[in-house]
């Protein structure tokens, strides 16, 4: 169905994806740091960037795609054969990773222009492209890559550049230097974490990659090595991821990051923890490991449940638009781990499908939230009352995006939530499905709050205009709000690349 | 910070003066050797800077910026960063796969040119981007400038 990609692509780039999708970010972030202009030429390098980048995922994807029941393309770093040298692995479970870090990445980095512009200092731009083209690198390379140790290293460079960005926040909010501190903290505790659990494995099998890991770990059964280096990945990643008792750096870090790192961030970082971590519970650990030597579903679920309900409420008490997301967001990580904690099918492929949903949708709320801070400086749900007359364009595509946060039909979120609760009633936890709705009324709650203040509110300070965003934040939002309307209407493409990539966890799984 | 000019800490300027230069040597013998021995672009690097923070110590911090100015050193560690990845680009041209160092120079097989020099290219790379870094890390914290002035309080 997609060969046509194959067709028209250059032999060069077919040949070399893997390699070229994290390269491109690789040289074009130095260079772009150095590049005069202020910032403006950088922000072109970077769209380009980004752009190529999302074609040559269209690539792996049809690449992927081409073979019945998906392809695995293996790439061997400098010409070492796996498992000895570090390999790049796509199968059906990265390449929707890979395709959803790049399209946000150039769907947030078209929209950026305006907003740094007005929040960060003409001589720092061209740094702040330079280092979201790290982290852009960073993440693509812990989808990309096959080998445990190689993902550590790219999970630390895209969260070195995260700290950075989110510490450039400073400028509009001081709040930010705090935060990223904080972020920086955590985030390194559970970067150390993940990287002791790889010591332990590598001490138990002999060797790093994530394939051979998983035919050694069959060997080696249920060491107590193993187990202390699984718990210390589970809980590295669940850092990294936000997975609920360790969320307490995601609130800050997304209120007083740059409105263009927020936007980013919220539709990538925790995705791909979250990717790293099925990785790892289904690839690398077999499922009979991970589920009933170790009753991973009596902790994955609770968490899920109560990240649902209790950030869910958090969100319903925040006085800040962006905190309300970002509470949101930590509940929204709920819906996914309670999905992939089913450990079925059908249970991974729902939580994989809301966390596709989830990035279109978040990455939609918060442009627009930036798009209607940037001629109204303030965040909270009072500075907002009104604004659906000022900026209908931008409020209307908020409240799609917050209409599918909820779950309402003809919304991809409706979609997603749709697939989780039945997989959840197929393996017959009706309790944690009334739970899922249950979060839903609170969504409807906080999401409520904002779109009731937005449109049915009479503005709090008359004097004050709020303009509409600019086309190029319109043109973005758009495209995101459109998106989440038609996996609504018609979510068979989304949901079938979520099967797929559930299918290639379990079948692929021990070879 | 004693001036350049000022008489205090004779002994410690003349002492680190011939330091310094033989410290320099030092990571350039680390580096080359890395291919034999512990060692390499990383440790190099970091010893690069200790000539550079001991300057500083020795004589201001002002001074140092002046020898290696900050812009210097942010531009190095993107330097490195790219002559790393160029020579992963380098093996791309020559038809290998990204970093495949048996590639670079067309040699027959069994020729072992291109890991030797593949792998000293790209420890250039990580010494000038450790170098870079560390540098700059270094200028960040000790250049600071109060932001708070004591009257303040």
Redesign the interface.
Known sequence: MMDWILQIAPAFAEAHAPALLILLPMLAGPIAAFLPGGGRVAWGMTVIVTGLCTLLSLILLAQVRSIEGGAIISYAMGGWAPPHGIEFRIDALNVLILLLVSVIAFLTSIFGWPTIKAEIADGKRAMFFGAFQVCFMGLLGVAATGDAFNLFVFLELSSIATYVLVALGSGRDRRALPAAINYLLMGTIGASFYVVGVGFLYAATGTLNMADLAVQLQDVGGNRAVQVGFAFILVGLGLKAAMFPLHQWLPNAYSYSPSFVTAFLAATATKVAIYAMVRFLFSVFSLDFAFEGMSLALILAPMGIAAMLACSFQAIFQADIRRTLAYSSVAQVGYMLLGISLGTAAGVSAGMFHLVNHALMKGALFMAVAGAVLTYQGTRIHDFAGLGRRAPWTMTAFAIAGLSLIGVPLTAGFQSKFALVSALLESGWWWAALLVVFSSVLAVIYMGRILEAVFFRAPANPHKEHGEAPLLILVPLWILAIANIWIGVDGGFVYGLATDAAEALFIGGAS | MAGPRSDHHVILRVVAKPLIPIIALFALYVHFHGDYSPGGGFQAGVIIVVAVVLYALVFGITPAMRAVPPVFA??L???G??IF??V??W??IMG????????LFNEEPGGHMGQHYGIIAVEVGVLFAVAGSMLSIFYAFAGRVTEIKDEDW
Not at chain 2, 96 to 103: A, E, I, P, Q, T
């Open positions: 942010r531009s560690a993107a330097l960063f790219i990845a160029g992963g680009v093996a791309l290998g796969n990204f970093l495949d160092y048996d590639v």
